[in-house]
T-cell receptor
Framework: EAGVAQSPRYKIIEKRQSVAFWCNPISGHATLYWYQQILGQGPKLLIQFQNNGVVDDSQLPKDRFSAERLKGVDSTLKIQPAKLEDSAVYLC?????????????FGAGTRLSVL | AQSVTQLGSHVSVSEGALVLLRCNYSSSVPPYLFWYVQYPNQGLQLLLKYTTGATLVKGINGFEAEFKKSETSFHLTKPSAHMSDAAEYFCAVSFQGAQKLVFGQGTRLTINP
């Protein structure tokens, strides 16, 4: 089966610019996650969707970050305006059984550099 | 607060030597436990997981981990390291009833020839 697809793989922007990332989860996976992975750290959950509804966005900096999953399939994560500290890898993951120990499947990530 | 800690941000072993990566969690209820591996410029790949049943779990690439409730640990081992094992390893927990993973800070494994 096809894995989690993310684009772009790399993005370089200047601070105060905006940027968007796209994710297409594994077909049939109702749960979709966006993580931020800063260099040298473990992934940190930004937002979790169940179909097209938000389950958890407690760690999403809502003044500058937004995410949507309008049709319950693919998703976009936007940063506007970007700050230097947003430089990180943004990982998308999906799961079919999140509450019963089902694994999360990860995409390759988008590496963002904010200059 | 529920958390997961990986002891040692960097572990270096010789090729053929035992690999031991440590993971401890903090929770009053045993969680679901995972080990993921991340190769450079790639996403995370599941090595193994524990949900219920046998506490010794075998995963891919010869790795295994043992859940020890009394020690709140889930250490990852491999009897003989291979050069291809060089990567970043993450321990993660999913607390029962929750739908998300909490990751440790990661351990970078280096294999010396």
């Amino acid at each position: 089966e096809a894995g989690v697809a993310q684009s772009p793989r790399y993005k370089i922007i200047e601070k105060r610019q905006s940027v968007a990332f796209w994710c297409n989860p594994i077909s049939g996976h109702a749960t979709l996650y966006w993580y931020q992975q800063i260099l040298g750290q473990g992934p940190k959950l930004l937002i979790q969707f169940q179909n097209n509804g938000v389950v958890d966005d407690s760690q999403l900096p809502k003044d500058r970050f937004s995410a949507e999953r309008l049709k319950g399939v693919d998703s976009t994560l936007k940063i506007q305006p970007a700050k230097l500290e947003d430089s990180a890898v943004y990982l998308c993951a999906s799961s079919s059984r999140p509450t019963s120990g089902g694994q999360e499947y990860f995409g390759a990530g988008t590496r963002l550099s904010v200059l | 607060a529920q958390s997961v800690t990986q002891l040692g941000s960097h572990v270096s072993v010789s090729e053929g030597a035992l690999v031991l990566l440590r993971c401890n969690y903090s929770s009053s209820v045993p969680p679901y436990l995972f080990w993921y591996v991340q190769y450079p410029n790639q996403g995370l790949q599941l090595l193994l997981k524990y949900t219920t049943g046998a506490t010794l779990v075998k995963g891919i690439n010869g790795f295994e981990a043992e859940f020890k409730k009394s020690e709140t640990s889930f250490h990852l081992t491999k009897p003989s390291a291979h050069m291809s094992d060089a990567a970043e390893y993450f321990c993660a927990v999913s607390f029962q009833g929750a739908q998300k993973l909490v990751f440790g800070q990661g351990t970078r494994l280096t294999i010396n020839p």
